[in-house]
């Protein structure tokens, strides 16, 4: 069965610094993609990165970026300069490629907050 | 961009009310989704359909059922609301098979409170 785990149901981050949240993932898929989701207050859930599995190079986006590790099934998003607006929860999910009945599986997610 | 639109924010019911939950995306999208979101479980998929008239279960689709007549629309119901389904509900939407720029739509969530 395709898992997605987040070990760190709560994490804390001074503003301005960095904070990196984990997420590994179980599948015997070889083409597949992973996605940062972020929900702030207003509940909106709003994609924050994605990683294509066959591509080496990590995705980054301004100041979020992640390690992706396949062999190991890690899947880390890591947050620069950090801001008031990023406290929100983080949520790592995984889809296979291809296929019409796929389907995105969501690990339990991660508090962030931020010290002002 | 995308607008996937669920028809109310907050809802009341009570135990043994049918319940429907509506959500309509605007662009052409093949796949919908259900899920349930509560705290330290993450969102559990209920139900989704990859096509008009086709839907398949998720991990947890006792006590609901779903219908989509139409592309844009798929509903969620509560054919007998019980307590146990207090939760906030999240529908999605996404191209489908072959899209490029991979991703699912959000709605912004339905709190059910049923009492």
């Known amino acids: 069965a395709q898992t997605v785990t987040q070990s760190q149901p709560e994490m804390s981050v001074q503003e301005a610094e960095t904070v990196t949240l984990s997420c590994t993932y179980d599948?015997?898929?070889?083409?597949?993609?992973l996605f940062w989701y972020k929900q702030p207050p207003s509940r909106q859930m709003i994609l924050v990165i994605r990683?294509?599995?066959?591509?080496?190079q990590n995705a980054t986006e301004n100041r979020f970026s992640v390690n992706f590790q396949k062999a190991a099934k890690s899947f880390s998003l890591k947050i620069s300069d950090s801001q008031l607006g990023d406290a929100a929860m983080y949520f790592c999910?995984?889809?296979?490629?291809?296929?019409?009945?796929?389907?995105?599986?969501f690990g339990t997610g991660t508090l962030l907050a931020v010290q002002p | 961009d995308v607008k996937v639109t669920q028809s109310s924010r907050y809802l009341v019911k009570r135990t043994g009310e049918k319940v429907f939950l509506e959500c309509v995306q605007d662009?052409?999208?093949?796949?919908m989704f259900w899920y349930r979101q509560d705290p330290g479980l993450g969102l559990r998929l209920i139900y989704f359909?990859?096509?008009?008239?086709?839907?398949e279960k998720g991990d947890i689709p006792e006590g609901y059922s779903v219908s989509r007549e139409k592309k844009e629309r798929f509903s969620l119901i509560l054919e007998s609301a019980s307590t146990n389904q207090t939760s906030m509900y999240l529908c999605?939407?996404?191209?489908?098979?072959?899209?490029?720029?991979?991703?699912?739509?959000f709605g912004s969530g339905t709190q059910l409170s049923v009492l």
């Open positions: 990683q294509e599995a066959y591509k080496q």
């Open positions: 359909s990859y096509d008009v008239k086709m839907k």
């Open positions: 999910a995984y889809i296979p490629y291809g296929g019409a009945t796929n389907k995105l599986i």
């Open positions: 599948t015997s898929e070889s083409d597949y993609y």
């Open positions: 999605a939407s996404r191209l489908g098979l072959g899209a490029t720029n991979e991703k699912l739509f």
């Open positions: 662009m052409d999208h093949e796949n």
